[in-house]
């Protein structure tokens, strides 16, 4: 079979799964995930050996410290991931919800009731707990789902799909619910962007490159997530003790994503008394700061920020730092160099906040609070299937109930139309 | 310029725009609409004069009478149109609604907060009216738009932008909220695909051939609209006088749109009592049926239906017939040739209605109804941009909701996240 059949027949077995798994019940999708947690337990050493070969490859392919942490599974790693199986379990079905129903006054009673999308195909970086993770959420919502996982944690994705499909047979539901691209060839992903007559949407999570990539060319739906260049905003009316540590907690509590903050922005009128202690408490703790020349004028040790400088998602322990006139350059820089995900601004004035509010199109918009929380967990979502930055469909961190859509149903008694 | 420039510095002006626009309150675009309104009524003999070069041209190009005639305006037509924005006027302004608002154990108030999608492009057929009908629903809920009409209908559409643009000015609004793609060339509207920079979403509206180019082809987010192969399926414990009435009304009342049925399924067990009865009403107002061999052994004047007739949606006074051994076979039968668009059974059985409605996969199931209900207008949503059948972002008619996205606001005291 070439790589293109072996998809379709994936891909049409996904489907038909697709049609008994939207009518599992509950109790049913429930006891396969705690079965599945069960079996990541149990089978605990089987998944460490597959995932040091992975490690070995990858300290071979000579990845970096961060990437080989994200790929490495340790015994606590697989109980996080067993108990993330279990929380899914614990939250609420939102398949089978009706939002909404009223009656029109030709008596047709008519209601939108939420139903899975269908078959999810979801391409991700080299992070096996995503594979359980994600799995377990598109079983919840009664999705069944294509896995396509970095191609370094292809040995520790196996036999977490491996698990993951014993525990469905074990639980009478297809193990075509769950399945993993077996190639590591990259080719594969380029399939899956022609597969529309199977697959309802493409979730690409990962770097830039690979979202614009999937983005110019899937003709699947996509959803796009990640890619984060948030700003912290320090107001000229900020209690500079709340800006210092939301500016701070912004980029320092966890710098590799997307929600942390790459950016600050201080209204000129601050920036000599808020500017100089700012930098000290970064310089404490390493993080290089950036700076335009007015910046610099105040603290002269900081390197120049590019242009480049403001349109980077660094990622790192890095933030440039850019002086604004007043309010309006600081929403007109946001718009230009944001990327829609994630924005904040630190002020105690009331018609300065509901302005914020208003003016920034983004995600997720705060007043006085750290951009890190945008997540799921954090807004009371549970768990998440990664962060959308683009306004169709869903927009911000994606629970269970942005895995769904709805149909109408519409209830009569031999109504015609005139 | 070339057509790419223009497209360009269009999409870049609606894009300014629609900030503004954003902004815009209630009041502000409600007064647009009245007033553009207004304009139409006072103009009508520039737009019957522009129409008439139209209708000109589509005569010497031998267009079909119906096309004709969904080019053609009259003074009753563009009194329509005035009113259906004086409707849109009065109805709720999506924007600014706050759907959900919950606060956090650590005091973050979170709320989602509905916002424009920003700048929507909409490819369509010939229909003056449709340019004056989107123009308001785009304006209604905050959006600029980008305008692609039949190129049979240029001159139309030219005036009526024209007016559009001037009732703009007059109120204050930016008259690059609504544009019309200046030419006729067919590269415009691939140029119109690659524009994912400044357009948020691209509503092809027509026939199949041109939404398969659009979802093929674009990188703009797509919402597809329209094909309808729909079915009315009468169950063997149908109220067989319900079912003829339905049945003729979802074929015969206007087969030229969507939500007619093109496609009749009936259960073995009551297709000798039903059929003939059913076959004569259709006769007698001239609609054409093609049965299954078991349908002709009962009806034997009718053609014979080949497999093509269960793909088709003939939107036309044509309708093909299947006799089905039971439930199974029908739901089977949907899911293979259904455009996931409207179905409906008939029957009085409870358990079978609600097997229905769960196992049918389209934009809207219904039991004891016509199909024809799915619009905007009958399920009481207002007007309509359309009728997706994707199942991302919005699902069956489109109402001035789904032409609007959320974000999130988060107010907060100095939270950070531990």
Redesign the interface.
């Known amino acids: 079979m070439s790589i293109r059949e072996e998809l379709i027949s994936q891909a049409d077995a996904a489907k038909k799964a697709a049609?008994k798994l939207?009518?599992a019940g509950t109790n049913e999708k429930n006891k396969a995930l705690n079965l599945i947690a069960d079996k990541l337990l149990e089978r605990k050493d089987e998944i460490l050996k597959s995932n040091e070969k992975d490690m070995h490859q990858g300290r071979e392919n000579d990845l970096s410290r961060a990437l080989l942490d994200r790929l490495q599974l340790t015994e606590a790693r697989i109980k996080g991931m067993a108990q993330g199986l279990r929380e899914v379990a614990s939250q609420d079905d939102p398949i089978g919800e009706v939002p909404e129903m009223?009656k029109?006054p030709n008596g047709?009673q008519?209601g939108k009731?939420r139903?899975p999308?269908?078959v999810i195909g979801i391409i991700y970086e080299a992070r096996p707990n995503v594979t359980v993770d994600v799995a377990g959420l598109c079983l919840k919502s009664g999705n069944t789902v294509i896995l396509r996982g970095g191609s370094n944690a292809f040995n520790s994705n196996q036999i977490l799909t491996n698990i993951i499909q014993d525990g469905l047979r074990e639980s009478g539901l297809p193990i075509e619910c769950v399945q993993l691209i077996s190639t590591t060839d990259r080719k594969a992903v380029d399939i899956l962007f022609t597969l529309?007559d199977y697959l309802?949407?493409l979730i690409p999570r990962g770097g830039a490159g690979l979202i614009q990539k999937v983005?110019?060319e899937s003709?699947v739906?996509?959803?796009e997530t990640g890619v984060g260049n948030c700003h912290v905003y320090v107001n000229k009316d900020a209690?500079l003790?709340?800006a210092k540590?939301?500016t701070?907690?912004?980029k320092y509590?966890r710098p590799a994503v997307c929600n942390s903050a790459e950016s600050l922005l201080v209204d000129q009128e601050i920036a000599e008394e808020f500017l100089p202690e700012m930098a000290r408490i970064f310089a404490e703790s390493n993080v290089e700061l950036r700076g335009c020349e007015r910046t610099r004028k105040i603290v002269p040790k900081i390197k120049e920020a590019v242009e480049e400088d403001y349109s980077a998602e660094y990622l790192d322990y890095i933030m440039s730092v850019k002086i604004v006139e007043d309010y309006q350059e600081a929403v007109e820089h946001i718009?230009k160099y944001g990327t829609k995900h994630s924005e904040a601004i630190v002020t105690e004035n009331y018609t300065t906040?509901r302005s914020f509010?208003?003016?920034i199109?983004?995600?997720?918009?705060?007043?006085?609070?750290?951009t890190?929380?945008?997540d799921g967990g954090?807004?009371?979502l549970g768990a998440e299937t990664g962060i959308s930055t683009?306004?169709?469909?869903a927009?911000?961190p994606m629970g269970l109930k942005e895995l769904t859509?709805?149909?109408?149903?519409?209830?009569?008694?031999?109504?015609?139309?005139?």
Chains 1, 2 share one sequence.
């Open positions: 049609r939207a009518k009223w029109r047709l008519i009731i139903v999308l269908g529309n309802d949407v983005v110019n003709k739906p996509v959803i209690d003790t709340k540590k939301i701070f907690n912004a509590s718009y906040a509010l208003d003016d199109d983004a995600a997720a918009v705060y007043v006085n609070a750290s890190r929380f945008t954090e807004f009371g683009q306004k169709l469909h927009r911000g859509t709805t149909k109408y149903i519409i209830m009569g008694d031999g109504q015609i139309r005139e």
